[in-house]
């Protein structure tokens, strides 16, 4: 770890980063095992493409009350529970005996990985502050990135040379390491008295992100006019709302609509459905292309994206500290513009697909643009509430995410499917790269650096220190 951390910080950033790293690898590491899994245990497409989603749908409807968790009962101590309850269930996926009882394995795989992710940077958001919380922002990000490349490389190797089920086991090493180092850091502050989980805030929350989630990932197989997806869409959007009137009434809420008060929170959260799901809808088509129409293998057209993943990584950090100086509007809104701009160049690109004159340079300007975007996106956004409040503030971030890209690949599915290869993959990808401009637009407009945005929060920041370590 850098120098300009001290032990304490070290330790800390490390137990982030190793805690995101595990739950980010186990949602790519898999793809490569299906076919594996799918000989052994049986149950055809229906169930390998379950084991993938029963993940995606537990983590994306947990992780509002993950955040919340995190706040009331404190970070290590979620954590703690994050890492555990991931062990558990990724050695009940290594040796599970059906199809079944892997997906049920993976729902669990989900619920512990949403425990994980808003507590990892709320550490981060009470442990650091100013351009050293930009600093840390940028090194998680690079880091965490890596789950990206190494998820479906490790998983090949781990497939073929011994088994699908190592896929799920090597988990339990990197989460060992990181119980170990946890024990180091400084116990989390007392529980306020009084303070108690908003049990039905958290079961209307959990609904109304799962169940449209649910239908998000089943509408290819029933279509949308099916009385399932429909009816689940429905009771989705019911819980949704009955969740806010929820929210707004009760004393303790789950989810405190007072940090949507915090200008760079609502317009962060906003810029960041347009540019997560312009990324997801656009990569989602550039692997579909390359693949069905171009005729890539399933391998090569996953290292296409390398490229983009390797700057990623070796650039967020720099540009995380970068942003401490020049504000984050700027970066925020030319960095979407040049993510934009590699899914432009992609319009270059022919039925033959050649990858050094055609999709190098397109995926190059990309992964550009989304180092220039990443670290001070996730850091303007956490850091504009109150560090108290940073884990429901990091799980809206990630729910935001999460479900923008659903929902986009969704459409993207049902848009591009009549269109000859070439045609539906040039129309996804300039709608993808339009939805990131839109994103860049909201943050040129909307952004206040930070000297402007500490008005804002400071309605809801309490009397106590804006960063004290593990509130």
Do not use: K
């Amino acid at each position: 770890m850098a120098r300009w951390l001290t032990t304490q910080q070290r330790t800390i950033l490390t137990v982030a980063v190793l805690s995101t790293f595990i739950a980010f690898l186990d949602g790519s590491v898999v793809t490569v095992a299906l076919p594996a899994i799918g000989r052994e245990l049986g149950g055809g497409l229906a169930a390998q493409q379950w084991v993938v989603d029963a993940y995606l749908l537990t983590l994306g409807s947990v992780i509002l009350l993950a955040g919340s968790l995190s706040d009331l009962f404190g970070r290590r101590r979620v954590l703690f529970w994050g890492l555990v309850g991931f062990a558990v269930a990724s050695a009940l996926c290594a040796v599970a005996p059906t199809a079944g009882v892997l997906i049920v394995a993976r729902g669990l795989q989900g619920v512990a990985g949403a425990l994980l992710v808003p507590s990892s940077l709320a550490l981060i958001l009470s442990t650091f502050s100013g351009s050293q919380q930009a600093r840390a922002i940028g090194t998680w990000t690079a880091i965490t990135s890596v789950a990206s490349i190494a998820g479906p490389v490790l998983g090949g190797v781990l497939v073929d040379a011994l088994s699908w089920r190592w896929v799920f086991g090597i988990n339990l090493a990197p989460i060992a390491v990181t119980l170990v180092l946890l024990r180091g850091l400084p116990a989390d502050a007392r529980r306020t008295t009084g303070a108690r989980v908003d049990w039905l805030g958290a079961a209307l929350g959990v609904v109304g992100l799962g169940i449209p989630v649910f239908a998000l990932i089943e509408h290819p197989r029933f279509g949308w006019g099916s009385p399932l997806i429909a009816g689940s869409l429905a009771l989705g959007l019911a819980a949704l709302v009955a969740f806010v009137l929820w929210e707004r009434r009760t004393a303790q809420p789950m989810l405190p609509l007072a940090i949507f008060r915090a200008r760079d929170f609502s317009v962060g959260n906003v810029a960041t459905a347009f540019i997560y799901g312009g990324v997801a809808v656009g990569t989602f088509a550039l692997a579909l292309f390359l693949q069905q129409g171009a005729g890539y293998s399933a391998t090569l057209a996953g290292f296409a994206m390398v490229p983009s993943s390797i700057l990623l990584i070796a650039l967020s950090a720099f540009f995380g500290r970068l942003s401490a100086r020049v504000g984050a509007r700027v970066m925020m809104t030319v960095g979407p513009l040049v993510a934009a701009g590699g899914f432009a160049l992609m319009l270059r690109i022919t039925a033959q697909a050649d990858y050094l004159t055609e999709v190098l340079p397109a995926v190059a300007v990309f992964g550009l643009g989304m180092s220039i975007t990443v670290a001070p996106l996730t850091a303007t956004i956490l850091g504009s509430v109150d560090s108290a409040r940073s884990g429901i503030a990091s799980a809206v971030n990630n729910a935001v995410s999460r479900v923008a890209g659903l929902v986009a690949v969704a459409l993207a599915g049902s848009a591009g499917g009549a269109m000859s290869a070439v045609i539906g993959f040039h129309e996804l990808a300039g709608a993808a790269g339009i939805a990131i401009a839109v994103g860049a637009t909201v943050s040129g407009i909307g952004i206040r650096n930070p000297r402007t945005a500490d008005a804002d929060v400071s309605s809801l920041t309490a009397a106590a220190p804006h960063h004290s370590l593990l509130r």
